[in-house]
């Protein structure tokens, strides 16, 4: 039996597609019951519905600090424990320092970055209560170098990874772990989106070329499982990049 998340009540936000879809079916399959959240109602009950009773889908605006309120309260109600977050819920734009509106900086730190915070200060309120836990935040590898096209969303992934820094000093005393994973490259709808006219992602992936850049969801689902797990119970605030090896060889 595959179990390496049994028992365990789970959060994905963003789960209805993308790293969020192959990281609740990885929970599923390792024995998890998934609470999938999505402001996709149609994807996110479609997956509920496909991979049965395990997963409940919530309807969730992960930048509305009413509706994480309310997710804390329909957990503790349901469950009465939270025993793993994955903030994975996020949006992407392009813009440098010249052309980034203060509407688009607003709006990337909103989505990609309070939610973050929000998703933290939720479940460590519950994982406190419930004896411990692990909160996985999805950052990038854009938080690390400079991308001159992608300012507002770098600079949001900066601010998750030292946010994950500091809510795993805090959460040490309280059996809380938190750590970020930083993919790049990964080929789901929202980056697929951004690729030029003409180049097929698909012949950049490691499948066809270990020296190239992109990967799959599956590829960070793994990673995030295993921080999740048990497995992982001594590592605590790390950053985990997940992009083939692309970060080490731009230095």
Request: glycine share 10%; aromatic share 6%.
């Amino acid at each position: 039996m595959n179990a390496r998340l049994h028992g365990k009540i789970a959060v994905v936000t963003g789960g209805a597609s993308g790293m969020g879809a192959s990281t609740v079916r990885r929970f599923v399959f390792e024995g998890a019951r998934v609470l999938l959240t999505d402001l996709n109602a149609e994807a996110g009950q479609r997956l509920a519905q496909e991979l049965g009773e395990a997963v409940s889908f919530i309807e969730q605006d992960v930048s509305d600090p009413q509706s994480w309120q309310a997710l804390g309260a329909f957990i503790e109600a349901q469950h009465g424990r939270l025993d793993v977050l994955i903030n994975n819920a996020g949006i992407l734009k392009a813009g440098s320092v010249e052309d980034t509106t203060l509407e688009d900086w607003q709006r990337l730190m909103r989505v990609n970055a309070d939610s973050v915070f929000l998703g933290c200060q939720t479940a460590v309120a519950l994982m406190k209560r419930g004896g411990g836990g692990s909160i996985v935040n999805l950052a990038s590898v854009t938080s690390m170098a400079g991308k001159p096209d992608y300012l507002a969303y770098s600079a949001s992934k900066g601010a998750i990874a030292a946010l994950t820094r500091s809510v795993a000093a805090f959460g040490r005393a309280h059996r809380i772990r938190c750590n970020s994973v930083h993919p790049d490259g990964v080929l789901t709808p929202m980056t697929r989106a951004v690729y030029p006219a003409g180049i097929d992602p698909e012949r950049l992936t490691i499948d066809a070329d270990p020296m190239n850049r992109a990967c799959r969801p599956e590829d960070v689902a793994n990673a995030i499982v295993f921080l999740a797990s048990d497995e992982a119970r001594a590592i605590n605030g790390i950053e985990l990049r997940i992009d083939s090896g692309q970060f080490v060889m731009s230095i």
